[in-house]
């Protein structure tokens, strides 16, 4: 229940306002902003200003960590 729930009730409530608040461009934004923010907490804080595991130029650093917050 506690994995497969909130997920269905995502479907639900997506489908119901599907045409009056949610459209195409939501979907695409929220997808943009969501690898975004994605590729700033696991790239920008996880690897490289918690581990150091690369070292980016400067503009790169600022730009990941900036997107994972």
């Not at 009056?20 to 690898?35: E, G, N, Q």
């Amino acid at each position: 229940m506690i994995v497969v729930l909130p997920f269905v009730a995502l479907g639900l409530v997506g489908w119901l306002l599907w045409g009056s608040l949610i459209h195409p461009a939501d979907i695409v934004i929220a997808l943009v902003l969501y690898t975004i923010t994605g590729l700033g907490v696991t790239v920008g804080f996880h690897r490289g200003l918690t581990h150091g595991g690369y070292r980016a130029v400067r503009p790169v650093r600022i730009a990941l960590a900036v997107a994972g917050r």
